[in-house]
């Protein structure tokens, strides 16, 4: 006999030997009495079998019993499910008696199916769906008239019946309108899961198809070739667009509501949503949705109607709950959903939002956190191309972006935390380097619109505007310090006048956090430092004709505008602009009057050595703005009772001033309305519809006469 190791000797001794015995002994008693309810359960069939010869898809249902509980769908893929013929039977063990009417229903609509061509058998039964189910009935009637009355498609029967001719000589079987009323009947009537099964059948069959044209009046889908033989599949070829484009709304429309009719999911008012519980039936029903968001996606890829993308996103949402438990669906999904946010028409980036969002309102974090991080990621990706025509799709991104970190922000933390440090780390490395490979590194689009992004976030989360959280318990109001921290490095980067654009741009993201969350944040040094520069008595500019430089598709100067009228003119204008704005944000302050004596200081020593132009009087028209808002403030302040130091009641009358009624705040309104008419102008003349004038009218400080009369210094100070 050979001798026992170590580990053998371990194993027996703790008594190893013992529970392995006992767990195969258990394994044994365990298969024996599945193997005789298995026995039992055959039994069964064959005797129902024989009592009801008569239906036959009771008998086919009968024959699925041969397989143990809990084993029957075990390995099933979603093929092999849709082409079972258990439904019934699953609602019937699980359900008790409800289930047991949702057979009969079941088995009621598919043996009546030919005694429905009657047409006054059918407005009957549509005037007892109204009384039965009036929600229903109503959807049908708002979402898809040509549903309840089952309009024939257009083309002629003849050219039908021909195509069908030629179908029946190759084989295939035809998919008709007709077909699809009888697909429909049941469904409408009596919420049929069989029926339902079936149209999925088609519907996946249509998805997976070539497409191949037969001629202007229709096209043909046909399962591919080398597809793998599966016995009792649908394969239809589908004649007439109007039919395929009918099929794919129907299976879109009734999908959600056939199975949330079964087995509801509980929504909360938040918009948050519980998957439902766990059972044999939710199971059978999870395949169902499973089926119908694959095709979905198999559609999106294969049609490029805006219209299409729209109803497939906006319907295919309403089934997410149902596959939460499929991580691989889930993620097929949500690459379908990122793919039409990044590309599609605004409709379509607004559909794809609202299914991203419906996929992160789960209880379950995981899918919130897939959601964020994909959604970044893509919107990081696309950012590298922009231009004056992506900018709109780009801005709308964002904005969406940040609506889904809004969800959950102590989720959202730790991803903004990581991004936003990878933005420092990347500063970090160019401030070490200091080389013009390194400063691309953080002078490019992607930097810049993370920046914006960040900023957009934390206003909507940390802002006066969000009611739901106060903004000193916001989770990521901690965030607020090291982005600023990283975007005021990055203005220091690299100075002059030739990189001005992008400091522009990081000036805009800091007002937005400003803004909304009433964070000082000491912006004048920075604007300052570029306004002087073309106002300064020892700079030449040189005449130009070239066309005003647009600072929000530009990053830096190009090499033709230095050094000109044009790039001077726009520079003082942008930057008085920019100046006015964050008068306007820090008005609100009660010591607003000391916070200005530097500006105003730097501004009249700028203004006294310049010489002259039309940008000199514009920053003349604001100096006195601001003086005139200091005073506003003083008089204000004069009758207060408390100290400085007292903080709690200085915080108290900032928030009770209102300073919309301001000379700064009506100076930046008007040429806020301005700025948006000119921009407006731009886009026609653009397009080719108006033509742009350029003339005194059409500058920002130009004021209409309605604006004369609400802002009554509004166009003072010209000389």
Known sequence: MAKLSKRSKKFASSG??????????????????????????????????????????????????????????????????????????????????????????D?????????????????????????????????????????????????????????????????????????????????????????????????????????????????????????RAVPNVVTVALIHPAVFNKLVTTALKYTPIVLKYHIPYKELPDGRFKPPAKSRKSTNIGKLAIACILGTVRITSQVSDPEMHALALGDSMKLVPYVTESRKTVRTYLKM????????????????????????????????????KASYLTMVRAMGDTNEHTIPALNLMKNTASELYCLDQATSYS???????????????????????????????????????????????????????????????????????????????????????????????????IRHTKTYVPLAPFILSILTIPLSPDSKWGASTLKPIDFTTNLRIPNAYMKTKVLSAGVVEECTFLLGEWCECVHGSIAFPELMIPVLATLKRTIKKSKGGKGVMDLKVLVERIEESCRWVETRRSTVKFAPGDGRQVADWQRNIDISETPVAKWV?????????????????????????????DSPNAHSDDDMEDDSGGSDGQD
């Open 107 to 227: 088995g009621s609509s598919l043996a009546s199916v030919e005694e429905w061509d009657d047409e006054e058998q059918h407005a009957l039964d549509l005037a007892a769906l109204a009384k039965k189910d009036p929600e229903f009935y109503k959807y049908l009637e708002e979402n898809d008239k040509e549903l309840l009355d089952f309009a024939p498609v257009d083309g002629s029967d003849d050219e039908q019946e021909a195509m069908m001719d030629d179908d029946e000589e190759s084989g295939q079987q035809l998919f008709t309108a007709d077909m699809l009323k009888e697909l429909q009947k049941p469904i409408l009537h009596h919420r049929s899961l069989k029926a339902l099964q079936k149209l999925l059948q088609v519907f996946r069959s249509a998805s997976t198809g070539d497409g191949e044209t037969t001629g202007a009046d229709g096209y043909k889908i046909e399962s591919p070739e080398g597809r």
């Open 337 to 372: 959903c990122l793919e039409l946010w990044a590309s599609g028409k605004d409709e379509v980036k607004l559909a794809a939002f609202l299914a991203l969002r419906k996929l992160g309102s789960s209880f379950n974090t995981s899918l919130l956190n897939m959601v964020l």
């Open 16 to 105: 190893g030997v013992k529970k392995a015995i006992a767990q195969r002994r258990k394994r044994q008693q365990t298969t024996k009495r599945v193997r005789l309810d298995k026995e039992k359960r055959a039994a069964k069939s064959k005797v129902k079998a024989r009592e009801r010869p008569e239906s036959k898809e009771i008998d086919e249902a009968s024959d699925g019993d041969d397989v143990p509980e809990g084993t029957k769908f075990q390995g099933m893929s979603v093929d092999d499910f849709l082409q079972g013929d258990f439904m019934d039977e699953d609602g019937s063990k699980s359900g008790g008696s409800d289930a047991e009417e949702d057979d009969d229903d």
């Open 669 to 697: 309104r008007v040429q806020r309305k301005a700025r948006a008419n000119r921009e407006e102008l731009r886009k026609k003349a653009a397009s080719g519809t108006a033509e742009m004038l350029d003339s005194e009218d």
């Open 415 to 513: 991803h903004a935390f990581v991004y936003i440090r990878q933005l420092a780390v990347h500063l970090r490395t160019t401030m070490k380097v200091k080389s013009k490979d390194a400063l691309r590194k953080v002078y490019n689009w992607q930097f810049v619109h993370c920046i914006d992004f960040w900023s957009i976030v934390l206003a909507k989360a940390c802002g006066s505007d969000n009611t739901e959280i106060p903004k000193e318990d916001a989770a990521l109001r901690p965030l607020i310090y090291p982005l600023v921290q990283v975007t005021i490095g990055a203005i220091k980067l690299a100075s002059g006048i030739r990189y001005s654009p992008i400091h522009i741009h990081f000036t805009r993201s800091l007002l937005t956090i």
